[in-house]
């Protein structure tokens, strides 16, 4: 992107990332944890496989809460006037106003940036829990152990480049 230029989807990127990927994304993991705890001979490393899951879990969930924090600093003028109205507050002058919605912007977007940060986090650790499930145990079915490891080695992979991505994306 060059220097400069703006992106004006970024809100709603990420209420699409945040209110409905990470919720999705949340329900996947828990109910492959519930496999990996239901069937742990199946897996080569299940607690660590339980703790990938969960943790990304739990970071999914705080992408989501922090970005519903954002939220609360995303209004319009006309959205203060009718809060304002209702609580009976004093108006403040046109400068006023254009700080405090300078403000609330600054706020919003950089709450909204940290949620990014902890929903890449989580996607991350979501591979490596995908990719963790799928080694397969010591003593498992044979005839599939490289289709498991082939699997597990594209999913490394993947998530590897994401993770690049992530990180180049950061350093703009």
């Not at 919720?23 to 828990?30: D, I, N, R, V």
């Not at 496999?35 to 660590?48: K, L, Q, S, T, Y």
């Not at 109205?85 to 006023?96: G, L, Q, V």
């Amino acid at each position: 992107m060059r220097e400069g230029a703006e992106r004006h989807g970024f809100g709603a990127a990420a209420k699409e990332a945040h209110f409905i990927a990470a919720p999705l994304l949340t329900a996947a993991a828990l109910s492959l944890a519930g496999v990996v705890a239901g069937a742990d001979d199946e897996f080569r490393w299940p607690g660590v496989t339980l703790l990938l899951l969960v943790a990304t879990s739990m970071t999914l969930i705080a992408s989501i809460q922090i970005s519903y924090y954002a939220l609360q600093f995303k209004f319009t003028a006309e959205d203060r006037e009718t809060r304002r109205s209702a609580r009976d507050w004093a108006k403040p002058t046109e400068d006023e106003l254009k700080v405090i919605l300078r403000e609330s912007q600054i706020a919003y977007e950089d709450n909204l940036r940290y949620a990014g940060v902890v929903f890449n986090c989580g996607t991350l650790m979501l591979g490596l829990g995908i990719a963790a499930a799928l080694v397969p145990p010591p003593c498992g079915d044979h005839d599939q152990t490289w289709w498991r490891i082939a699997s597990a080695i594209l999913v490394l992979v993947c998530t590897v480049a994401d993770g690049i991505w992530v990180w180049i994306l950061l350093r703009k």
